[in-house]
């Protein structure tokens, strides 16, 4: 089952789900829903690269690049 189908079942289901199942999928969940905090350090990495690769300063790969990488890399290991 794809995530699209897996979204739309969990999404019917809520709709009809008792108030204890939706209480207790929350709780599950909770934790990813409320947001993760981030520590200054990793901040100031992401306002660094950010900044570099609006000067040019440095080329950001593609998700395609980095998978042809990956890949590469993986067959590369294999023998």
């Not at 999928?25 to 905090?37: C, F, K, L, N, P």
Request: hydrophobic letters at 35%; a positive charge.
């Amino acid at each position: 089952m794809n995530t699209t189908a897996i979204r739309q079942k969990l999404h019917n289901y809520l709709e009809v789900a008792n108030d204890k199942k939706i209480k207790a999928i929350y709780t599950m969940v909770e934790e990813a829903i409320e947001g993760v905090e981030y520590t200054d350090e990793f901040k100031a990495e992401l306002d660094r690269r950010h900044a570099a690769y609006e000067d040019g300063s440095e080329n950001p790969v593609t998700a395609t690049e980095s998978k042809k990488r990956i890949q590469k890399l993986l067959k590369s290991a294999r023998k």
